[in-house]
Protein backbone atom coordinates (compact mmCIF):
# COMPACT_ATOMS: atom_id res chain seq x y z
CA UNK A 1 0.00 0.00 0.00
CA UNK A 2 1.14 3.79 -0.63
CA UNK A 3 2.33 5.42 2.31
CA UNK A 4 0.98 9.14 2.33
CA UNK A 5 2.58 11.52 4.46
CA UNK A 6 0.78 14.32 6.00
CA UNK A 7 3.11 17.11 7.12
CA UNK A 8 2.20 20.51 9.16
CA UNK A 9 3.00 22.12 12.04
CA UNK A 10 1.05 23.98 14.97
CA UNK A 11 3.00 27.18 14.25
CA UNK A 12 0.97 27.65 10.72
CA UNK A 13 -2.05 28.47 12.54
CA UNK A 14 -0.76 31.15 14.09
CA UNK A 15 0.36 33.26 10.95
CA UNK A 16 -2.42 35.99 11.15
CA UNK A 17 -2.43 38.83 8.49
CA UNK A 18 -5.00 40.75 9.37
CA UNK A 19 -8.91 40.60 9.96
CA UNK A 20 -10.92 39.76 7.08
CA UNK A 21 -7.65 38.59 4.87
CA UNK A 22 -8.74 35.56 3.01
CA UNK A 23 -5.57 33.68 3.70
CA UNK A 24 -6.16 32.79 7.14
CA UNK A 25 -5.65 30.17 9.93
CA UNK A 26 -9.53 28.61 9.28
CA UNK A 27 -8.07 27.19 5.96
CA UNK A 28 -5.70 24.49 7.82
CA UNK A 29 -8.49 24.22 10.21
CA UNK A 30 -10.60 23.33 7.09
CA UNK A 31 -8.08 21.29 5.47
CA UNK A 32 -7.69 18.71 8.48
CA UNK A 33 -11.27 18.65 9.27
CA UNK A 34 -12.03 17.31 5.64
CA UNK A 35 -9.33 14.39 5.89
CA UNK A 36 -10.95 13.36 9.32
CA UNK A 37 -14.32 13.70 7.67
CA UNK A 38 -13.60 11.43 5.31
CA UNK A 39 -11.41 9.08 7.18
CA UNK A 40 -8.30 9.74 5.68
CA UNK A 41 -6.45 11.13 8.26
CA UNK A 42 -5.58 7.79 10.58
CA UNK A 43 -4.36 6.40 7.59
CA UNK A 44 -1.46 8.48 7.30
CA UNK A 45 1.84 9.62 8.78
CA UNK A 46 1.98 12.05 10.52
CA UNK A 47 5.06 14.37 11.02
CA UNK A 48 5.83 17.86 12.35
CA UNK A 49 7.61 20.38 9.89
CA UNK A 50 10.91 21.72 11.44
CA UNK A 51 11.92 25.33 10.69
CA UNK A 52 13.73 25.88 7.51
CA UNK A 53 17.42 27.04 8.11
CA UNK A 54 18.86 30.56 6.87
CA UNK A 55 20.97 27.81 4.76
CA UNK A 56 18.32 26.27 3.11
CA UNK A 57 16.35 29.61 2.55
CA UNK A 58 19.38 31.35 1.36
CA UNK A 59 19.44 28.45 -1.77
CA UNK A 60 16.44 29.88 -3.55
CA UNK A 61 16.19 33.55 -1.48
CA UNK A 62 18.75 36.26 -1.22
CA UNK A 63 20.38 36.72 2.06
CA UNK A 64 18.98 39.99 1.75
CA UNK A 65 15.35 38.96 1.98
CA UNK A 66 15.61 36.20 4.22
CA UNK A 67 17.26 38.70 6.71
CA UNK A 68 14.00 41.99 5.46
CA UNK A 69 11.45 38.99 6.70
CA UNK A 70 13.60 38.29 10.00
CA UNK A 71 13.41 42.39 10.25
CA UNK A 72 10.05 42.91 9.61
CA UNK A 73 8.18 40.60 11.75
CA UNK A 74 6.72 43.12 13.88
CA UNK A 75 5.70 42.91 18.06
CA UNK A 76 2.50 41.18 19.29
CA UNK A 77 -0.66 42.71 18.40
CA UNK A 78 0.76 44.64 15.18
CA UNK A 79 1.05 43.87 11.87
CA UNK A 80 3.66 44.78 9.28
CA UNK A 81 2.69 44.68 5.86
CA UNK A 82 5.47 43.85 3.13
CA UNK A 83 2.99 44.81 0.31
CA UNK A 84 -0.91 45.33 -0.28
CA UNK A 85 -1.99 42.25 0.11
CA UNK A 86 1.08 40.91 2.33
CA UNK A 87 1.44 40.90 6.14
CA UNK A 88 3.00 39.79 8.88
CA UNK A 89 1.69 39.55 12.41
CA UNK A 90 4.28 38.66 15.38
CA UNK A 91 3.92 34.87 14.96
CA UNK A 92 3.99 35.01 11.20
CA UNK A 93 7.78 34.36 10.39
CA UNK A 94 7.74 31.42 12.96
CA UNK A 95 5.01 29.93 10.55
CA UNK A 96 6.78 30.72 7.75
CA UNK A 97 9.62 29.19 8.57
CA UNK A 98 7.84 25.98 9.36
CA UNK A 99 6.05 26.18 5.88
CA UNK A 100 9.31 26.01 4.03
CA UNK A 101 10.76 23.42 7.09
CA UNK A 102 7.39 21.48 5.58
CA UNK A 103 9.13 20.82 2.32
CA UNK A 104 12.51 19.95 3.45
CA UNK A 105 10.93 17.31 5.42
CA UNK A 106 8.94 16.06 2.83
CA UNK A 107 11.68 15.65 0.48
CA UNK A 108 13.61 14.01 3.37
CA UNK A 109 10.85 11.75 4.05
CA UNK A 110 10.03 10.61 0.17
CA UNK A 111 14.05 10.07 0.01
CA UNK A 112 14.58 8.34 2.70
CA UNK A 113 12.03 6.15 1.56
CA UNK A 114 9.55 6.91 4.81
CA UNK A 115 6.84 7.78 2.89
CA UNK A 116 5.95 7.61 -0.64
CA UNK A 117 4.29 10.92 -1.32
CA UNK A 118 3.57 13.60 1.14
CA UNK A 119 1.17 16.20 1.52
CA UNK A 120 2.12 19.18 3.63
CA UNK A 121 -0.72 21.32 4.90
CA UNK A 122 1.26 24.88 5.41
CA UNK A 123 0.92 28.09 5.30
CA UNK A 124 1.56 31.49 4.53
CA UNK A 125 1.76 29.75 0.96
CA UNK A 126 5.02 30.01 -1.05
CA UNK A 127 4.88 30.37 -4.87
CA UNK A 128 4.33 34.42 -5.22
CA UNK A 129 7.52 34.47 -2.82
CA UNK A 130 10.06 36.03 -5.42
CA UNK A 131 14.13 35.38 -4.88
CA UNK A 132 14.49 38.92 -3.75
CA UNK A 133 10.83 39.87 -2.66
CA UNK A 134 7.78 38.52 -0.64
CA UNK A 135 4.12 39.14 -2.50
CA UNK A 136 0.68 37.46 -2.64
CA UNK A 137 0.38 36.01 0.62
CA UNK A 138 3.80 34.64 0.42
CA UNK A 139 7.24 35.23 2.06
CA UNK A 140 9.08 32.28 1.74
CA UNK A 141 8.81 30.15 -1.81
CA UNK A 142 8.31 26.88 0.50
CA UNK A 143 8.33 24.13 -3.34
CA UNK A 144 11.36 26.43 -4.70
CA UNK A 145 12.96 25.66 -1.19
CA UNK A 146 11.97 21.84 -0.84
CA UNK A 147 13.13 21.80 -4.79
CA UNK A 148 16.43 23.24 -4.07
CA UNK A 149 17.14 20.95 -1.05
CA UNK A 150 16.58 17.57 -3.16
CA UNK A 151 18.64 19.06 -6.23
CA UNK A 152 21.37 19.86 -3.70
CA UNK A 153 21.69 18.15 0.11
CA UNK A 154 20.18 14.36 -2.44
CA UNK A 155 22.25 15.69 -5.08
CA UNK A 156 19.24 15.04 -7.68
CA UNK A 157 19.79 15.68 -11.11
CA UNK A 158 16.34 16.88 -11.99
CA UNK A 159 13.39 17.43 -10.17
CA UNK A 160 9.94 18.96 -11.37
CA UNK A 161 7.23 21.05 -10.21
CA UNK A 162 3.91 21.15 -11.48
CA UNK A 163 1.51 24.18 -9.62
CA UNK A 164 -2.19 23.85 -10.03
CA UNK A 165 -2.84 27.12 -8.16
CA UNK A 166 -4.64 29.58 -10.17
CA UNK A 167 -2.05 32.44 -10.02
CA UNK A 168 0.85 32.26 -11.96
CA UNK A 169 3.78 30.88 -9.53
CA UNK A 170 5.76 33.92 -10.27
CA UNK A 171 8.14 33.73 -7.71
CA UNK A 172 8.69 30.00 -8.57
CA UNK A 173 9.27 30.80 -12.25
CA UNK A 174 11.34 33.83 -11.10
CA UNK A 175 13.89 31.85 -8.81
CA UNK A 176 14.17 28.64 -11.22
CA UNK A 177 14.24 30.74 -14.57
CA UNK A 178 17.66 30.22 -15.26
CA UNK A 179 17.98 26.71 -13.77
CA UNK A 180 17.07 24.04 -16.39
CA UNK A 181 17.51 21.17 -13.86
CA UNK A 182 13.64 22.11 -12.72
CA UNK A 183 10.56 22.12 -15.19
CA UNK A 184 8.08 24.32 -13.98
CA UNK A 185 4.89 23.56 -15.10
CA UNK A 186 2.36 26.16 -14.47
CA UNK A 187 -1.65 26.44 -15.04
CA UNK A 188 -3.12 29.37 -13.99
CA UNK A 189 -6.31 31.87 -14.96
CA UNK A 190 -5.18 34.29 -17.97
CA UNK A 191 -5.35 37.56 -17.73
CA UNK A 192 -5.43 37.66 -14.09
CA UNK A 193 -3.23 38.34 -10.63
CA UNK A 194 0.07 38.39 -10.36
CA UNK A 195 0.50 39.44 -14.61
CA UNK A 196 4.17 39.19 -14.45
CA UNK A 197 5.86 38.30 -17.52
CA UNK A 198 6.65 34.97 -18.57
CA UNK A 199 10.06 34.17 -19.44
CA UNK A 200 10.11 32.12 -22.33
CA UNK A 201 12.40 28.56 -21.56
CA UNK A 202 12.16 24.99 -22.36
CA UNK A 203 12.15 24.11 -18.74
CA UNK A 204 9.24 26.57 -18.21
CA UNK A 205 5.47 25.10 -19.16
CA UNK A 206 3.06 27.65 -19.32
CA UNK A 207 -0.88 26.86 -19.33
CA UNK A 208 -2.55 30.11 -19.20
CA UNK A 209 -6.68 29.39 -18.79
CA UNK A 210 -9.23 31.61 -19.81
CA UNK A 211 -12.01 32.65 -16.93
CA UNK A 212 -14.76 30.37 -16.46
CA UNK A 213 -12.54 27.47 -17.60
CA UNK A 214 -14.08 24.26 -16.29
CA UNK A 215 -13.17 20.56 -16.18
CA UNK A 216 -12.64 19.36 -19.20
CA UNK A 217 -10.89 22.80 -20.78
CA UNK A 218 -8.52 22.17 -17.70
CA UNK A 219 -7.63 18.14 -18.20
CA UNK A 220 -7.11 19.09 -22.18
CA UNK A 221 -4.74 22.03 -21.92
CA UNK A 222 -2.70 19.56 -18.83
CA UNK A 223 -2.80 16.53 -21.23
CA UNK A 224 -1.99 18.85 -23.69
CA UNK A 225 1.21 21.00 -22.03
CA UNK A 226 2.13 19.18 -19.22
CA UNK A 227 2.15 15.29 -19.49
CA UNK A 228 4.57 15.04 -23.01
CA UNK A 229 7.03 17.98 -21.45
CA UNK A 230 7.07 15.96 -18.26
CA UNK A 231 7.92 12.89 -19.17
CA UNK A 232 10.16 13.95 -21.59
CA UNK A 233 12.03 15.64 -18.59
CA UNK A 234 11.71 12.37 -16.50
CA UNK A 235 11.84 14.29 -13.26
CA UNK A 236 13.86 12.01 -10.06
CA UNK A 237 10.88 13.86 -7.94
CA UNK A 238 7.57 15.38 -8.54
CA UNK A 239 7.20 18.49 -6.66
CA UNK A 240 3.19 20.20 -6.29
CA UNK A 241 2.28 23.19 -5.16
CA UNK A 242 -1.53 21.93 -4.38
CA UNK A 243 -3.57 25.38 -5.00
CA UNK A 244 -7.49 24.46 -4.88
CA UNK A 245 -8.35 28.43 -5.65
CA UNK A 246 -9.31 27.04 -9.22
CA UNK A 247 -12.28 25.77 -7.55
CA UNK A 248 -15.93 26.98 -8.63
CA UNK A 249 -16.66 27.91 -5.63
CA UNK A 250 -13.79 30.10 -4.40
CA UNK A 251 -14.42 33.76 -4.15
CA UNK A 252 -10.63 35.29 -5.61
CA UNK A 253 -10.68 33.77 -9.41
CA UNK A 254 -12.89 32.61 -11.91
CA UNK A 255 -12.23 29.21 -12.88
CA UNK A 256 -14.76 26.56 -12.94
CA UNK A 257 -12.98 23.51 -11.50
CA UNK A 258 -14.38 20.56 -8.83
CA UNK A 259 -12.99 18.16 -6.88
CA UNK A 260 -12.84 15.65 -9.20
CA UNK A 261 -10.98 17.33 -11.51
CA UNK A 262 -7.88 17.96 -8.35
CA UNK A 263 -8.41 14.00 -7.88
CA UNK A 264 -7.75 13.91 -11.53
CA UNK A 265 -5.06 15.88 -12.08
CA UNK A 266 -3.10 14.57 -8.66
CA UNK A 267 -3.63 10.90 -10.65
CA UNK A 268 -2.10 12.19 -13.45
CA UNK A 269 0.96 13.68 -11.49
CA UNK A 270 1.36 10.56 -9.16
CA UNK A 271 1.67 8.51 -12.36
CA UNK A 272 4.31 10.33 -13.46
CA UNK A 273 5.96 10.44 -10.59
CA UNK A 274 5.41 6.14 -10.15
CA UNK A 275 7.04 6.23 -13.96
CA UNK A 276 10.20 7.89 -13.63
CA UNK A 277 10.77 8.72 -9.98
CA UNK A 278 9.97 5.82 -8.24
CA UNK A 279 6.77 6.91 -6.49
CA UNK A 280 8.17 10.11 -4.99
CA UNK A 281 6.23 12.93 -4.82
CA UNK A 282 5.89 15.95 -2.03
CA UNK A 283 2.63 18.43 -2.45
CA UNK A 284 2.75 21.47 -0.78
CA UNK A 285 -0.60 23.62 0.12
CA UNK A 286 -0.63 26.54 -1.56
CA UNK A 287 -4.16 28.72 -2.26
CA UNK A 288 -7.77 28.18 -1.61
CA UNK A 289 -9.87 30.44 0.06
CA UNK A 290 -13.81 28.92 0.10
CA UNK A 291 -13.44 27.05 3.25
CA UNK A 292 -15.87 24.29 2.25
CA UNK A 293 -14.67 23.56 -1.25
CA UNK A 294 -10.89 23.60 -0.02
CA UNK A 295 -11.19 21.11 2.55
CA UNK A 296 -13.61 18.76 0.15
CA UNK A 297 -10.47 19.30 -2.49
CA UNK A 298 -7.53 18.74 -0.97
CA UNK A 299 -9.23 15.65 0.69
CA UNK A 300 -9.92 14.41 -3.05
CA UNK A 301 -6.29 15.55 -3.59
CA UNK A 302 -4.63 13.64 -0.64
CA UNK A 303 -7.17 10.51 -1.28
CA UNK A 304 -5.38 10.19 -4.87
CA UNK A 305 -2.18 10.23 -3.28
CA UNK A 306 -3.30 7.18 -0.70
CA UNK A 307 -4.30 5.19 -4.18
CA UNK A 308 -1.23 6.39 -6.37
CA UNK A 309 0.26 3.37 -7.94
CA UNK A 310 3.13 2.30 -6.03
CA UNK A 311 6.54 2.45 -8.19
ZN1 LIG B 1 -3.56 31.22 -5.81
Known amino acids: MTQTAYISHPDCLLHDPGPHHPERPGRLHAVRNALLDEGLLEGLCLLDAPQASDAQLQRVHT ?48 MEREADNVFCAVRPPGHH ?21 ALEHYALARAAIADFDVHHGNGTEDIFRDDPRVLYCSSFQHPFYPDTPCAERDHLVHTPLAAGTDGAGFRAAIERDWLPALDRFAPELVLVS ?28 AGVAARHAGGRLVSMLEGGYDLPSLGRSAAAHVRALCEAPRY
Open 63 to 110: PAHVARIRARAPATGETAMLDPDTAMGAHSLGAALRAAGAGIEGVRAV
Open 129 to 149: AERDRAMGFCLFNNVAVAAAH
Open 242 to 269: AGFDGHHDDPLAGLALVEDDFAWVTQML
